[in-house]
Each structure stands twice: as C-alpha cells, then as structure tokens.
C-alpha cells in the first residue's frame, strides 16, 4: 500500500495500536452516517466499487464542494480524481500490485483488509482542508 491517504497503523513496542488507527469521528463519522446509514454501510459500498474497477486503477472517497457531501468513485488506471472536481479524501490502490503478494488475486479480501490500515484521522484533517 502506498497511498498517502491509507497508513499502515503505527504500533508501540508492545504491538498496541496509537491513536491514529481509532474509527472516525466528529464531522468525518457523522457525513458518513448522513450519506450511508452508518461505517459498516460506507465500507460495503466503497469496497464493492473497489472491487468493480476493472484491471487497475483506483476507489475514492471524495469530497463534492458543491454539494457539501461525500462521494465514492473509482477512477482507472492513474488517472486523477481532480478531474471529477471532487478533492480526495480516502484512496484504495486496486492496482494487483497493491496487493498480489498477500492476497493473490482475491482483491475483495484485499479490500475487506485494508479497513484495518485506514488513518481516520488524516481523512478527517483532508475533509476540514478542503471545506
């Protein structure tokens, strides 16, 4: 994983998690209830659009300006979420590479996974940046 918007958890010596692998929050958790219901809801639907990419490319969470409200897109291959005019909260690489060595070809185990490694924290500072 190399996104800049998904950490692996920071660990102390004795293998407990800090801070910043706590579930959302505040603003973050409450569109994300307004928009899917609840977390559990948010994670079917961005994994599900996760898993559709076709070949390479990428799942979002996007902040629409206009409309003051979140959005899943995916997008192929390396091109840009900015070209939708939505800014970036939360991306998920569904390039193989991502995640071959782990999980083979099972992408939707790959994207069950990665909400272990997700950094709420940074997601909600980018959401506070782009309103």
Known sequence: MHSRTINPCRRS???????????PSGELLKMIEAQWKSL????????????????SGWGWLGYNKGAGRLEIQTMPNQDP???????PLLGIDVWEHAYYLDYKNARPDYLKAIWKVVNWKNVAERLAAAK
């Open 40 to 55: 559990d809801n948010f994670q079917a639907a961005m994994s599900a659009a996760s898993a559709g990419v076709q070949g």
């Open 81 to 87: 979420l900015s070209m939708t005019g939505l800014v």
């Open 13 to 23: 010596s004795n293998g407990t998690a800090f801070r910043d692998c706590a579930p």
